[in-house]
């Protein structure tokens, strides 16, 4: 059974930072890509990053480039993301998500993600 467990989400000033972490069980991590999206209210869920299996590529949505960076440890069976320079636009529920393909790239299509985690908040005020 594939469990994502999200957490290091909070409220912040706007300009802030935050470090989100996923911990994810149940599969071999280290072959697939994983993701973090977020989900606004009354919006639909959107892509903020990714990255491949190997960790070597990694894809930013607009929004976020030069702000935030994911990474993961393939050894703790995690992924990061670090939140810098957040803007009240930045408000929303975070997702972490496992890929679906084995080897998969740093995919900003939900439909490349399989599992996903249960959302952690983040709130910037302004």
């Known amino acids: 059974q594939v469990q994502l467990v999200e957490s290091g989400g909070g409220l912040v000033q706007a300009g802030g930072s935050l470090r989100l972490s996923c911990a994810a069980s149940g599969r071999t991590f280290g072959n697939y890509a994983m993701g973090w999206f977020r989900q606004a209210p009354g919006k639909e869920r959107e892509f903020v990053a990714a990255?491949?299996?190997?960790?070597?590529?990694?894809n930013y949505a607009d929004s976020v480039k030069g702000r935030f960076t994911i990474s993961r440890d393939n050894a703790k069976n995690t992924v990061s993301l670090q939140m810098n320079s957040l803007k009240p636009e930045d408000t929303a529920t975070y997702y972490c998500a496992l890929g679906r393909y084995l080897y998969g790239l740093a995919s900003s299509n939900t439909g490349a993600y399989e599992y996903w985690g249960q959302g952690t908040q983040v709130t910037v005020s302004s």
């Open positions: 990255i491949a299996w190997s960790g070597g590529s990694t």
